[in-house]
């Protein structure tokens, strides 16, 4: 039975392969996508969705609720894009014809609807900033206690951020909307942080044999811009991290993962090196709860990734051609 899943995010060129991968997997049934500034802009994460759904021939695909999202974060401050790390438009070279306005009007209520039909089966994936998901807590907290299970892509804990030395990008964004997500939410929780989509590689063998073998044009297209922002930073690194999707990858494959339930705390800081840093707890005695201002929960976090187990998942369904 495919997994219905709500998709928050900041379509960039990550949080594209993870759509495609949503589209080439029949267990992934995406009944809805949030777009939200992050990367880009919202206006420009609207188009990104609307031009890949465009891509596909499929009525079931053309069905799926676009909605509106968050066009700044809660911190009130006006956001960065990285353009050097998505493209201009979050697409790496490609601009979508479409301007992202196409038959999309400010609906975030309808997010409302698509939790009420889907109810307790609803898997909630969040790829970008927190600030649509946080608002959803703000606004309808009774109605978020229905969702089943939330897997969120963010954090770095005891490694390198990838904005600052400590913090990760999509806390980073909205270190507010990131806390108040973390201390509404009970056991129902996955963070999927840099500790392990660092090592969610695509190198470009993989990524040329997609190509050759597979039906996506864009994933070449896309990953061989997103390698070259990282082979730039990084010459030794052996491909493009694909933080998204290995967070979609793991509602379906836990298996790939180890995890460890630990108490959170994100550092509510508007600026500096610390800002939007993730705090977990290892202390046996620990006492977060007590030290922090803000109401700490406990939450699964991913800290170990089986990379051959990712190889042969993530290929599979990308080419469409047996790996194991
Ligand atoms: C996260 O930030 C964005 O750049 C990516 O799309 C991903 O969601 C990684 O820190
Ligand atoms: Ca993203």
């Known amino acids: 039975m495919a997994k219905k899943v709500l998709l928050f995010g900041d379509i960039g060129i990550d949080d594209t392969i993870a759509i495609l991968y949503a589209y080439m997997n029949?267990?992934?049934?995406?009944?809805g996508m949030v777009a939200d500034y992050g990367n880009i802009s919202r206006e420009n994460a609207l188009a990104n969705i609307q031009y890949v759904r465009s891509l596909f021939d499929s009525e079931e695909?053309?069905?799926?609720?676009?909605?509106?999202?968050?066009?700044?974060?809660?911190?009130?401050?006006?956001?960065?894009?990285v353009p050097e790390i998505h493209g201009e438009y979050g697409l790496g070279p490609i601009i979508p014809e479409t301007d992202g306005q196409d038959g999309v009007s400010e609906n975030f209520h309808d997010i409302v609807e698509i939790i009420e039909q889907y109810q307790d089966e609803l898997v909630i994936v969040n790829i970008g900033r927190l600030t649509s998901l946080a608002t959803m807590f703000l606004l309808y907290p009774d109605l978020m206690r229905k969702i089943k299970s939330y897997y969120i892509m963010g954090g770095a804990f005891w490694v390198p951020g990838?904005?600052?030395?400590?913090?990760?990008?999509?806390?980073h964004g909205d270190p507010v909307a990131a806390q108040l997500v973390l201390?509404?939410?009970?056991?129902?929780?996955?963070?999927i942080p840099l500790n392990v989509t660092q090592q969610a590689i695509a190198t470009p063998e993989m990524v040329d044999?997609?190509?050759?073998?597979?039906?996506?044009?864009?994933v070449k297209t896309l990953l061989d811009y997103y390698y070259d922002y990282y082979k730039e930073r990084d010459p030794n690194i052996q491909g493009s991290p694909l933080h998204d999707v290995l967070t979609l990858m793991a509602i379906n494959q836990e298996d790939m993962f180890t995890f460890q339930h630990l108490p959170v705390q994100?550092?509510?800081?508007?600026?500096?090196t610390e800002r939007g840093q993730s705090i977990a707890d290892?202390?046996?005695?620990?006492?977060?709860?007590?030290?922090?201002e803000e109401e700490i929960r406990t939450h699964r976090i991913a800290f170990g990734l089986d990379y051959p187990k990712f190889y042969t998942r993530f290929m599979?369904?990308?080419?469409?051609?047996r790996f194991d």
Do not use: H
């Open 316 to 321: 599979t369904v990308m080419s469409g051609q």
């Open 26 to 31: 029949d267990e992934i049934d995406i009944v």
């Open 209 to 218: 044999y997609i190509d050759q073998v597979g039906e996506l044009p864009m």
């Open 183 to 191: 201390s509404n939410t009970n056991n129902n929780v996955t963070i």
């Open 266 to 272: 994100i550092v509510q800081a508007r600026e500096g």
């Open 61 to 81: 695909i053309e069905n799926v609720k676009i909605i509106v999202g968050a066009e700044i974060p809660m911190t009130g401050e006006l956001p960065e894009y």
């Open 282 to 292: 290892i202390r046996p005695y620990s006492n977060m709860e007590e030290e922090a």
């Open 162 to 171: 990838n904005v600052t030395a400590v913090s990760e990008a999509n806390f």
